[in-house]
């Protein structure tokens, strides 16, 4: 079956760059979606098709693709921005949905 | 504003078949390519994609829950179901339905329900 891999965890200091990335062979043909997940929240969409951000996202949001490997940036990372990070995206037939194991971004 | 609302049981037990509704007030079922998933979530694990069906009733299920999973919807009351048989211990999770934005080709998750826990335990 196929798979999205991701970090476990990320850490980055207020102010920094965080980068999450998330790698599937069928990246390079379908696109990948990003959620934040906050406790006891549900998910919410912050990046869709690679790179575009959702109304409402901050501009410290972007999202950038190459082979098979898509990386979710967060720049000048706030407080509020920790949270679970999950990528999503389809199999090579667009048939069946796959999310990544998560990512734990911690704000030191 | 969209919002999706989870409904069904807090409470199953082993062997029994879950029923889960999704109701989606604020946009039709049979809008062109409109679609509602559901996904799960496991105490402190990751985001699981189960199924989605659209508007024109096509419908995926997870490839390894397939044989336990049926999804339906009913344009008229705005409903999606879904039922899951056989439930054990390991399908404690919330249970979380999403929609689908109308766009030919994607599959990803737009407004989300705020997900309702099911516990399985006898």
């Known amino acids: 079956s196929y798979e999205l891999t991701q970090p476990p965890s990320v850490s980055v200091s207020p102010g920094q760059t965080a980068r999450i990335t998330c790698s599937g062979d069928?990246?390079?043909?379908?696109?990948a979606y990003w959620y934040q997940q906050k406790p006891g929240q549900a998910p919410v969409l912050v990046m869709y098709?690679?790179?575009e951000r959702p109304s409402g996202i901050p501009e410290r949001f972007s999202g950038s693709s190459s082979g098979t490997k898509v990386t979710l940036t967060i720049s000048g990372v706030q407080a509020e921005d920790e949270a679970d990070y999950y990528c999503?995206?389809?199999?090579?037939?667009?048939?069946?949905?796959?999310f990544g194991g998560g990512t734990k971004l911690t704000v030191l | 504003q969209v919002t999706l609302k989870e409904s069904g049981p807090v409470l199953v037990k082993p062997t029994e078949t879950l029923t889960l509704t999704c109701t989606v007030p604020?946009?039709?079922?049979?809008?062109?390519?409109?679609?509602v998933s559901w996904i799960r979530q496991p105490p402190g694990k990751a985001l699981e994609w189960l199924a989605h069906?659209?508007?024109?009733?096509?419908?995926s299920y997870s490839t390894s829950l397939n044989s336990r999973l049926t999804i339906s919807k009913d344009t008229s009351t705005g409903q999606v179901v879904l039922t899951m048989t056989n439930m054990d211990p390991v399908d404690t999770a919330t249970y979380y339905c999403?929609?689908?934005?109308?766009?030919?080709?994607?599959?990803?998750?737009?407004?989300w329900g705020q997900g309702t826990l099911v516990t399985v335990s006898s």
């Open positions: 999403a929609r689908i934005p109308p766009t030919y080709g994607e599959c990803y998750f737009d407004y």
């Open positions: 604020e946009f039709s079922l049979s809008n062109a390519r409109m679609g």
């Open positions: 069906i659209f508007s024109n009733d096509e419908k």
């Open positions: 069928a990246l390079p043909k379908q696109y």
């Open positions: 098709k690679d790179n």
């Open positions: 999503q995206s389809s199999d090579s037939s667009a048939t069946y949905v796959v």
